[in-house]
Nanobody
């Protein structure tokens, strides 16, 4: 089992920045690829960003590419999502997720590939 706890959400004006954190506990964090997803009211959960267990490979949704950065610190069992140039359409509950991974360069971008999920943190961007 892996337990994930997100933090860092809040209310920010358009153009502002936030950094989300996801602290993991339980099994060896470095054995897991990590991802961030988000879900707005009335919409399906969508992929935002992912990183391999080594942190050497990352992948982004087109909607956030160039504005968001995913990173991880395996010594601290934490994955981050730096969000810059935020837009009102970024408003959603943001979830981190963990997927068992056997290859250092592997990352995943579909909901079904992830085994463990956090409880989510609300991000609201005002116009």
């Amino acid at each position: 089992q892996v337990q994930l706890v997100e933090s860092g959400g809040g209310l920010v004006q358009a153009g502002g920045s936030l950094r989300l954190s996801c602290a993991a506990s339980g099994r060896t964090f470095s054995n897991y690829a990590m991802g961030w997803f988000r879900q707005a009211p009335g919409k399906e959960r969508e992929f935002v960003a992912a990183t391999s267990w080594s942190g050497g490979s990352t992948y982004y949704a087109d909607s956030v590419k160039g504005r968001f950065t995913i990173s991880r610190d395996n010594a601290k069992n934490t994955v981050y999502l730096q969000m810059n140039s935020l837009k009102p359409e970024d408003t959603a509950v943001y979830y981190c997720a963990a997927a068992p991974s056997y290859y250092s360069g592997s990352y995943y971008y579909t909901v079904g590939e992830y085994d463990y999920w956090g409880q989510g943190t609300q991000v609201t961007v005002s116009s």
